[in-house]
């Protein structure tokens, strides 16, 4: 059974970077596809971003072009590079994992069976 940590998240300001990570214990993660969701209070879980079996990567549009998802097998890590951070991007930060995702639900969480417990991003002026 994989289990799956975060961590790395903070207060920044507007403009400033940060980078998640998600590491895996019980289980590599090769051939999982694996995401990064947040949500903020008062408000639905939100699709970030998503890197496939094969290292294709995908973004929720309001974070296209500012985060970056990538992955370390050798570490059974996980990251969110999260550059030029935004009031909006405030939020709770959760890593997931499923085995057996069919790559055109990644937006979907509740295709994922595996989370973590989540990071608190925060940024403000």
């Known amino acids: 059974q994989v289990q799956l940590v975060e961590s790395g998240g903070g207060v920044v300001q507007p403009g400033d970077s940060l980078r998640l990570s998600c590491t895996a214990s019980g289980g590599t993660l090769r051939g999982y596809v694996m995401a990064w969701f947040r949500q903020a209070p008062g408000k639905e879980r939100e699709f970030v971003a998503c890197?496939?079996?094969?290292?294709?990567?995908y973004y929720g549009d309001s974070v296209k072009g500012r985060f970056t998802i990538s992955k370390d097998n050798a570490k059974n890590t996980v990251y969110l590079q999260m550059n030029n951070l935004e009031l909006e991007d405030t939020a709770v930060y959760y890593c997931?994992?499923?085995?057996?995702?069919?790559?055109?639900?990644?937006?979907?969480?509740?295709?994922?069976?595996?989370w973590g417990q989540g990071t608190q991003v925060t940024a403000s002026s």
């Open positions: 997931a994992a499923d085995r057996s995702l069919i790559l055109s639900s990644y937006r979907d969480g509740r295709q994922y069976d595996h």
């Open positions: 890197i496939g079996r094969n290292g294709y990567q």
